[in-house]
């Protein structure tokens, strides 16, 4: 199975910007997309965004369009999160995830990251 490294996750001020990292150990049919979601205490956990290997396609949650970018870097078989202008109401873990097809909806992804907490204080 893929086993996904995540990091880069900690308290932010509102306003501030993270970067996640999550390192996958290795591209194959079932890791062809990387995406991250998202969960709040008490909340479902949410997608954030994508990256397509093959054809380098990014999707995008609606709610961080133009703040958050998603990248990746074939070498290291690994997807970064570029968190900008943050809000206290993202505060939540963040998961990496893998799968061969893609979505935005948890089912769609078979691998898991353990999640990294990203705070951001108000």
């Known amino acids: 199975q893929v086993q996904l490294v995540e990091s880069g996750g900690g308290l932010v001020q509102a306003g501030g910007s993270l970067r996640l990292s999550c390192a996958a150990s290795?591209?194959?049919?079932?890791?062809?997309?990387m995406g991250w979601f998202r969960q709040a205490p008490g909340s479902e956990r949410e997608f954030v965004a994508a990256i397509t290997w093959s054809t380098g396609n990014t999707y995008y949650a609606d709610f961080v369009k133009g703040r958050f970018t998603i990248s990746g870097e074939n070498a290291k078989n690994t997807v970064y999160l570029q968190m900008n202008s943050l809000k206290p109401e993202e505060t939540a873990v963040y998961y990496c995830a893998v799968g061969p097809f893609g979505g935005t909806t948890t089912n769609k992804y078979y691998y898991w990251g353990q999640g990294t907490q990203v705070t951001v204080s108000s």
């Open positions: 290795e591209r194959t049919f079932s890791s062809n997309v």
